[in-house]
């Protein structure tokens, strides 16, 4: 099987809990992670995260908004970097570096603005407005190969129609992980998500 394009977003995690929470994440089968920055110190969270399971998972940063932050994630040795937003001068500042970067995308506009600066695939966001039957649309005209992540409104139950609209991967947030959340709890979930994910895309 393909790797999974499953992205775990730890909104509002802490330093003390990332290591746990992630180990969880990793064993169920979920090996891209993003520690939004607007948790709690987020970059000492990447960094211990980058520490600990860089060299088995994709760790980085998500809510990324201008560049000097891109290279701040970077220094603590991320090597994701995701927004909510198209903004060229974050995906060429994450390509210079070698940064994997999904800007966040809604319109035609913005997915070919994001494509030819050079992202690497696009987070079409939010997910539960532009819907499978938008995402049908956008893939009329997007080059086949794009990496499409439906962020925001994807779920287990609705994983097979985003799928059969095109959509190559979820980003998952607080179905995953909500702030006070023990490492057994989100590892639990992680194992559903994953049995879901693998019998709409195996």
Not at 50 to 73: M, N, P, R, S, Y
Not at 114 to 132: E, H, V
């Amino acid at each position: 099987m393909k790797p999974r394009n499953i992205i775990a977003i730890l909104r509002g995690i802490t330093p003390g809990s990332v290591t746990g929470i992630a180990e969880g994440l990793i064993c169920a089968g979920i090996k891209q992670i993003e520690v939004p920055l607007n948790s709690p110190d987020p970059l000492t969270s990447i960094e211990t995260l980058a520490k600990a399971f860089g060299d088995i998972a994709l760790i980085g940063a998500g809510t990324v908004l201008e560049a000097g932050a891109v290279k701040d994630v970077h220094q603590a040795g991320g090597r994701l970097i995701v927004s909510p937003d198209t903004n060229v001068e974050v995906i060429k500042t994450a390509k210079a570096l070698d940064l994997v970067s999904y800007p966040g995308a809604m319109t035609p506009t913005e997915c070919f603005t994001a494509l030819r600066a050079g992202a690497d695939g696009l987070k079409l966001f939010p997910g539960a407005l532009i819907g499978p039957e938008g995402l049908r649309a956008l893939k009329a005209v997007l080059p086949p190969e794009t990496t499409l992540f439906s962020v925001g409104g994807a779920t287990p139950q609705n994983f097979a129609a985003w799928h059969a609209a095109g959509a190559t991967g979820f980003g998952i947030g607080s179905a995953l992980y909500r702030p006070g959340d023990d490492s057994n709890t989100v590892a639990r979930r992680a194992t559903e998500i994953v049995q879901a994910y693998d019998e709409v895309y195996s």
